[in-house]
């Protein structure tokens, strides 16, 4: 069974989406085995976001990570990463596939509602950022 690390953004939970996440991963096989309200500061958006450092949009995605609460969660499957990055569609929301969560939900292309890693060393990177083993349960 893969893991994979996803959030709802700050926009998503300000939108009261968190349940909506949740329940199209949960509906599609993922099985949730860590979850938490965090409230990143700069430093921690920046950390997280690293791979983008650099980038024209980092300054404005961190400032926008770390503008509220936002949910994070563990989730587990068979192929729970191109799963989840499925059920999210395109990071433009012009881009993705009608049904997915980026279509139905974001504002544009930053403020996309929900987070995905993209690969097996993302998702161990990223889940280790927010949970230890403690954290995460097998049922
Ligand atoms: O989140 P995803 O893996 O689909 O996209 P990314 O290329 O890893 O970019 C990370 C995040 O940066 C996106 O989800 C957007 O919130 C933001 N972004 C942006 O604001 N403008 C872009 N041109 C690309 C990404
Ligand atoms: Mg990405």
Do not use: C, W
């Not at 949730?32 to 430093?43: A, E, S, T």
């Not at 404005?60 to 994070?72: E, H, I, K, R, Y």
């Not at 161990?124 to 349960?137: D, G, P, Q, T, V």
């Amino acid at each position: 069974m893969e893991k994979t690390l996803s959030i709802v953004k700050p926009d998503g939970v300000q939108k009261h989406l968190i349940g909506e996440v949740i329940k199209r991963f949960e509906e599609n096989g993922l099985k949730v085995v860590g979850l938490k309200m965090i409230y990143m500061d700069k430093k921690e958006a920046e950390g997280f976001y690293a791979v983008h450092r650099g980038k024209p949009f980092f300054e404005s995605l961190t400032t926008f990570m770390s503008s509220g609460p936002a949910v994070v969660m563990v989730l587990e499957g068979k192929e729970a990463i191109s799963k989840t990055r499925e059920l999210m569609g395109a990071t433009d929301p012009k881009q993705a596939k009608e049904g997915t969560l980026r279509r139905q939900y974001a504002t544009n292309i930053e403020r996309n509602i929900v987070h995905g890693s993209d690969a097996h060393e993302t998702a161990a990177f990223e889940i280790k950022y927010f949970f230890n083993s403690l954290e995460m349960f097998e049922y």
